[in-house]
């Protein structure tokens, strides 16, 4: 019961210091939510490229779209004679067509598609290899497989983590410098309280709780405007990404969704380490019980 | 109940302390003094464990405080009333909410709180001014609040650290009449001021310090020692 009575106190306080601190609060919140953002922004984006070259990379599979004019009988046929081949289908333009049209409102144009062929391969090994054969292939105008995608792709993660890390570790920065000093200002309010609770023998967990979850608090505020700005992208764009990445590479299928779940829960995460802990400095530096 | 024992203590290295040796027993009551720069507030202070001392012992009921660990500090200061010459009450509290502060912080039940903080105001004779403010209170009244807040929580040893500075001559004498009344219930009582007309008026034990050494230490004293010595 003690403890519950203590931890009350805290609470209260808690409330308290938020009270005093007015138009601080939202200063901090802001610029924390626009890092968290940020940061999870490029979490989700780098996570869905993790999974899309994760199964693009597992696909031992190249397309070959062949030059007009060019049968495609005879050049899977041709094709079938190359090493670690396993199976060569053939979608005729005309099929292709048909599809796009299917899924896409398309102009009533002539079709302007090629004859497909999808390789499929015994070995992953083999892909590079077989691909720069395909190449040498005359009557083929020009192949793409999963693997060279997910090396560009990859590529571009990379850049967007140290890009992303690069931002997010200055904007927390930033953060940990206004809430330090919102939360020095409460301190200096506060001065006579700690005073008084510290010469009278009351834990400095009492005296630095409230303003430990003060920071806390701009974490968690914080992370639910990030989280929310992150679900109404994921509901707005993800659509149009998946369509873009499908017509782009139409032999990946369905795209794995991630969910944002554990995306949400980093951001929460790191908001409040980054609150709390810039409180929890602050006050170690500014108050010596 | 407090003893300390070749406590020396410098900043910057002068000497704030030197030699110090006391012995306080448990229900006695003391004045400290000397002029300012004497020492008496670093000894204090090494008394309430916001400084240590750089070379000897001091004991507190027995403890020695010098080698508490900072999580143990405020377990000592939970056994110590501290009253201080500018009262630190809390302006936007009521009387009673200034006393019960430290004891709800302290997680304790709210009808203890009540029952104990009546107590102690009435110790002091400020039952009747429970929900006033202290802006609204004389320099006698607050410094009463402040030491009703110091005895709340029962403590062995009150130290007051020059209560009646800021005090007319008669609410000093009452302040330190007060003081004595709460050490006959048993509580010993360490004041340092260097107020010659209340020292001089109650002839109680004067402990003079001067330049960090007790230049005299005398039972039912008078605040002449600085004369002597100036």
């Known amino acids: 019961m003690r403890t519950l009575r203590i931890l009350w106190r805290i609470a209260r306080e808690t409330v308290i210091g938020l009270r005093r601190s007015g138009w601080s609060n939202w200063l901090v919140i802001s610029i924390l939510a626009i890092a968290l953002t940020i940061f999870g922004g490029v979490l989700q984006t780098t996570l869905t490229i993790k999974n899309v070259v994760s199964s693009w990379g597992s696909q031992l599979e190249i397309s070959a779209y062949l030059k007009e004019g060019q049968d495609p009988q005879t050049v899977a046929r041709t094709i ?5 081949v396993q199976i060569v289908e053939i979608v005729p333009k005309e099929v292709a067509w048909a599809e796009m049209q299917s899924h896409y409102k398309v102009a009533a144009v002539n079709n302007p598609l090629p004859n497909t062929l999808h390789v ?5 090994a083999a892909v590079e290899k077989t691909a720069e054969r395909l190449k040498t292939i005359g009557a083929i105008e020009h192949i793409r497989y999963p693997l060279k995608l997910a090396r560009n792709l990859n590529k571009f993660r990379q850049f967007l983590e140290i ?3 690069v931002i997010t570790a200055s904007l927390s920065a930033a953060t940990l410098i206004v809430i330090g000093n919102t939360i020095h200002l409460v301190i ?3 001065q006579r309280e700690i005073e008084i609770l510290s010469l009278t023998g009351v834990s400095p967990w009492y005296i630095k709780g409230p303003l430990i979850l003060q920071g806390a608090s701009y974490g968690t505020a914080a992370a639910t405007i990030a989280s929310s700005v992150l679900w109404v992208i994921h509901l707005y764009l993800d659509p149009y990404l998946h369509d873009q990445l499908l017509s782009f590479l139409p032999m990946t299928g369905v795209l794995a969704d991630n969910g944002l779940l554990p995306t949400f829960m980093v951001v929460l995460i790191l908001g409040v380490a980054v609150g709390a802990g810039g409180s ?5 530096r500014y108050i010596k019980v | 109940m ?3 024992q070749n406590v020396y ?30 020492g008496k507030s670093t000894l204090m202070r090494l008394l309430y464990r916001e400084e240590t001392p750089d070379r000897g012992v001091v004991t507190i009921g027995g403890i020695n405080i010098t080698r508490l660990s900072r ?5 000592l200061r939970r056994r110590l009333g501290i009253v201080f010459q500018d009262f630190k009450l809390l302006s936007n509290q009521t009387v009673f909410d200034n006393v019960a502060y430290v004891l709800r912080a302290l997680g304790v039940d709210e009808l203890d709180v009540r029952r104990r903080v009546a107590s102690a105001l009435a110790i002091v004779s400020l039952e009747d001014k429970v929900s006033a403010f202290p802006e609204t209170l004389s320099g006698g009244e607050q410094q009463r609040v402040g030491i009703a807040r110091a005895i709340v929580n029962g403590p062995p040893v009150l130290l007051a650290d020059e209560p009646t500075g800021n005090l007319d001559p008669q609410s000093s004498l009452e302040i330190v009449q007060l003081l004595e009344r709460i050490s006959e219930r048993g509580t010993t009582v360490l004041i340092s001021t260097h107020d010659v007309p209340i020292v001089n008026a109650l002839r109680r034990r004067v402990i003079t310090l001067k330049n960090g050494q007790v230049m005299g230490d005398v039972d039912s004293g008078v605040y002449e020692y600085e004369a002597a010595v100036r």
């Not at chain 1, 079938?80 to 670690?84: C, E, K």
């Not at chain 1, 929890?280 to 170690?284: D, I, K, L, P, Q």
């Open chain 2, 2 to 4: 407090i003893r300390l």
């Open chain 1, 188 to 190: 200096q309010s506060k």
């Open chain 1, 80 to 84: 079938s004679q190359i090493p670690d």
């Open chain 2, 71 to 75: 999580g143990q500090v405020p377990l």
């Open chain 1, 163 to 165: 890009a992303g890390l």
């Open chain 1, 280 to 284: 929890a400095w602050t006050s170690g």
């Open chain 1, 120 to 124: 499929r391969l015994s070995n992953p």
């Open chain 2, 9 to 38: 203590k410098e900043y910057n290295g002068k000497p704030a302390l030197s030699d110090v040796n006391l012995h306080i027993g448990l229900g006695e009551f003391a004045f400290l003094t000397g002029p300012s720069g004497a």
